[in-house]
């Protein structure tokens, strides 16, 4: 059984959640959609994979949830579009079953319910043709922010997160002032950026982190696990010194020459900043610690991308890079713009390719598990 979201309640939402989101991934299925071009996503989801099974295995007491509930429920806040968030929840699923069937071997199955969230804006329409026809479980798309609640009190056992906490949930208002000492001018990111803008980012993250675990701890059961996968950086190292942070970088000076070529204005570039936050593990440790409803069980930094090997395929790595960002995009410059700056960045990056090969190391996806005290 599918619950699917009805086009009434998106458009009744769509004008205000356009308005509080900063981010929007492609949906549908066309050339640049997300569904088409997020395989680097699964490739560094995947790497934890057999950490998240050993943790359920270890670490979740269904036996607990069993005696109160005759249905086990999972949830992946972020969802997206796409088969990506559907292999990951049937991969989970399958886990806890093999941990029911071992913590309680005389107990009949319960019943399950994958709940898929994200933004009023999500394709879910796109994310939920990419289900099985037959499938054991129940399913249901559930629209609205991360940020607060969106599932019931106490109906939730396991809580997945993949890559999507990383996107804040507004600006700080202070980039744009420029009265303010955190003033980016010029610039699009703290990548680089002077130390006021970098502390303003990493105060709206411990903000939105702190609003996550509240959520949560209200939706998840107690003895409920959280599993987090996402952008990271090890503590104390610049942005500047990995991929993402290149990028950054060649996308404000594209659009800077933009400017100066008359493509653009300077006051647009001025008020675009992108809302992304890696946040490091010795600040994530302390959110979760601060807000005190769950314990950290599992907190690690892996390497995104193990299996890169030789040079990287620039092309193909700024149509996934795309289809996840072109939504804050299309919110501040035209379409022909956003063409030219995804074009340049193609040709920017080839030339620093080795240099983005060597930027590539352990340290850039962070791993975690909670638990609901």
């Known amino acids: 059984m599918t619950t699917l979201v009805s086009n009434s309640l998106m458009k009744e939402n769509s004008d205000k959640a356009v308005m509080n989101s900063p981010t929007q991934v492609i949906g549908g299925h066309g050339t640049n959609s997300y569904s088409n071009n997020s395989s680097y996503q699964r490739l560094a989801a995947n790497i934890v994979t057999k950490k998240i099974e050993d943790a359920i295995m270890m670490k979740l007491d269904l036996e607990s949830f069993s005696s109160t509930s005759n249905i086990i429920r999972l949830a992946d806040f972020g969802c997206g579009v796409g088969s990506n968030a559907v292999n990951t929840m049937q991969d989970l699923l399958e886990t806890v079953k093999k941990k029911y069937m071992s913590q309680c071997s005389t107990s009949q199955m319960p019943e399950f319910q994958l709940i898929f969230n994200d933004q009023f804006t999500n394709d879910f329409n796109t994310l939920f043709t990419s289900l099985p026809q037959e499938k054991e479980y129940f399913v249901a798309g559930v629209p609205g922010s991360f940020h607060k609640q969106v599932l019931p009190n106490s109906t939730l056992h396991l809580a997945h997160c993949s890559y999507s ?30 130390q006021e803008v970098l502390i303003d980012y990493a105060t709206q993250f411990a903000e939105d982190l702190d609003n996550f675990l509240n959520a949560r701890a209200q939706e998840i059961v107690s003895g409920g696990m959280v599993v987090i996968v996402g952008s990271s950086i090890p503590d104390g190292m610049p942005y500047s010194q990995v991929v993402n942070g290149l990028m950054y970088n060649c996308m404000g000076s594209i659009l800077m020459d933009m400017v100066k070529t008359g493509s653009i204005s300077e006051a647009e570039v001025d008020a675009f900043n992108l809302p992304i936050y890696a946040c490091p593990p010795g600040e994530f440790t302390e959110g979760v610690e601060r807000n005190g409803l769950f314990t950290v069980e599992v907190i690690e930094l892996m390497n995104p991308a193990p299996w890169l090997k030789g040079p990287i395929d620039i092309p193909v790595f700024v149509k996934h890079v795309r289809a996840a960002m072109e939504g804050m995009f299309n919110k501040h410059f035209s379409s022909e713009a956003i063409d030219e700056l995804f074009n340049q960045l193609v040709l920017q990056l080839s030339e620093i390719s080795q240099q983005m090969e060597s930027c590539y190391r352990d340290g850039l996806q962070l791993f975690a598990i909670l638990k609901r005290k």
């Open 165 to 194: 906490l990383h996107w804040l949930s507004r600006l700080p208002k202070e980039l744009q002032d420029e009265h303010s000492p955190a003033w980016n001018k010029s610039k699009i990111h703290y990548t680089s950026a002077p």
